[in-house]
């Protein structure tokens, strides 16, 4: 459906198994490294569009939830071996389109190929329980059946990894789906449906329809719809999650984070810094799991923001498909305006830089959206609302602690659980921290960023809403249990 222009594609939506123009007004993407650089255009989708995605997903919703698992899983398999084959294309477009960097683009890729491995294998291992009956002759059951038609709402900043993991356990469960992804990185979306056509995926299991916000409110108004999972800002996921609410349908939102890492005092401080780099850094800041906090112990304090600093004074910061560039740009100029705005808002609320914070001069990079990497530390006490909102950007801000136990309860300080880092080698203090900590994930000695699709992924207190991610937790979101009660259908004799 896609034709190369000069540089740029031609975007349409995917419904009923077809490729259609949108009923809505025209739209672009751009390179933010290079703003001038239209990455793809079409029309957006509108309500007609949602309208006809959700009844062509009524429409296919028996055949494929009665389609054998193993039938549904063989073409995730084949989805994911068409990602194997494209990551180095669709990787650089990713760069292109989102501005993380080549290496993170064409990995992210490959990760959307694992994840789609694993649920196309799920069909095969177990599919419910069997348990014992208090009453002779009969036996309970466990089964699972899908959701039904379920709607999935992705952020830009992981465009094709996030679809992954709530299409591919949406879809392995049996579900129909309807996606709207972030329309400023709409190529991805495009290449995943794409792949999903050349699998083999029957008429009308997957619409893709890329448009503004107001679309996702659409579908979760939309009578047909039977479950829908968001990952992006707070705002949106609590106003999605009320309008779910609002009809009954089950939600999953995942959402904000203000992620710390704790460096304690007896930490390889080496690891700890190559590490809170990687966190905080790494896509330019733009993941929920980001390392936005750093807490480290009094004692070391000093000698380890400046090892921080060095390393971030080297990170290389500019055209994201160059080989030797570390960070690239944010997402948009509104995102740039508004990570700038907090880190002046924190200089006037008493921070100090350490480095970064202001904006770039030179002409390749004043050009694009970049930011660039900054730490600044906040005093002891005193209002900071860079220590509570999340910039979502390459923004770091540290605190000292006088000993463990203030250290987590400083991590603890937020009304966000996401994901939190741990550096320490004594292993008691790991276990305290392990206990104290209150986050949906905690990685001891390594960054706080990642996620596996096997093991549940997701966030306590405000981060997240609903049940978690990945894992037995997408199988439990994506499906129902029924129970029933079994017995033969003669007189029980004995
Ligand atoms: C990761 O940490 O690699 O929106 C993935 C996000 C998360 C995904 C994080 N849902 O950033």
Not at 235 to 262: C, D, F, H, T, W
Not at 286 to 291: E, G
Not at 359 to 379: K, N
Not at 466 to 483: C, D, L, N, V, W
Request: charged share 20%.
């Amino acid at each position: 459906m896609t034709t190369t222009t000069s540089t740029a594609v031609e975007l349409q939506h995917f419904i009923a198994g077809t490729w259609h123009d949108g009923s809505g007004s025209a739209f672009s993407s751009v390179n933010p490294a290079r703003p001038s650089e239209t990455v793809a255009h079409g029309l957006q989708a509108g309500a007609a569009d949602v309208d006809h995605a959700m009844r062509s997903a009524v429409a296919a919703k028996h055949g494929w939830a009665h389609t054998p698992p193993h039938e549904r899983g063989a073409v995730l398999l084949r989805t994911a071996a068409i990602l194997e084959e494209h990551a180095p294309a669709w990787g650089r477009e990713l760069a292109r389109e989102e501005g993380k960097t080549l290496a993170e683009g064409q990995g992210e890729v490959l990760r959307a190929a694992q994840i789609f491995r694993y649920y196309g294998n799920d069909g095969d291992r177990e599919a419910g329980g069997i348990y014992s009956s208090p009453r002779r002759g009969e036996k309970i059951l466990v089964t699972r059946k899908p959701l039904g038609v379920v709607g999935v709402v992705t952020p830009f900043n992981f465009p094709i990894a996030i679809p992954a993991w709530k299409l591919a356990p949406a879809l392995a469960y049996g579900n129909t789906v309807v996606w709207k992804p972030a329309s400023t990185v709409p190529l991805l979306a495009v290449r995943l449906a794409q792949a999903m056509e050349q699998a083999g995926l029957p008429s009308g299991v997957l619409s893709l329809l890329i448009g503004p916000g107001p679309l996702g409110t659409a579908l979760v108004e939309h009578a047909a719809l039977d479950g829908l999972s968001f990952t992006g800002s707070t705002g949106v996921g609590r106003s999605l999650a009320a309008a779910a609410a609002g009809r009954g349908v089950p939600i999953q939102a995942e959402m904000g984070g203000k992620n710390a890492a704790i460096v304690l005092a007896d930490a390889d401080l080496e690891l700890a810094a190559e590490q809170v780099m990687l966190g905080a850094f790494r896509s330019s800041g733009q993941k929920c799991t980001a390392t936005s906090r750093l807490i480290v112990a009094d004692g070391v304090a000093d000698e380890f923001l400046t090892m921080l600093r060095d390393r971030a004074e080297a990170l290389v910061v500019g055209e994201p498909t160059d080989h030797a560039t570390h960070m690239g740009p944010v997402i948009n100029g509104g995102a740039q305006a508004s990570i700038q705005s907090g880190i002046h808002r924190a200089l006037a609320q008493g921070a100090s830089l350490l480095t970064g914070g202001l904006p770039y001069t030179d002409t390749a990079r004043s050009t694009g959206y970049f930011v660039a990497p900054t730490i600044l530390e906040l005093p002891a006490s005193g209002q900071a609302d860079v220590w509570r909102e999340e910039l979502f950007g390459p923004v770091l801000a540290v605190r000292r602690a006088s000993s463990a136990a203030a250290a987590f309860d400083l991590a603890n300080d937020s009304e966000f659980g996401l994901s939190a880092a741990l550096f320490t080698q004594d292993l008691t203090l790991a276990l305290e921290g392990m206990e104290e900590l209150d986050v949906g994930i905690l990685h001891v000695n390594s960054e706080s960023a990642g996620a596996d699709p096997h093991v549940p992924f997701g966030g306590v207190k405000k981060s997240g809403y609903g049940p978690k991610e990945q894992g037995q937790s997408a199988k439990e979101f994506y499906s129902h249990t029924t129970t029933v009660y079994l017995r033969g259908g003669q007189a029980h004799r004995g």
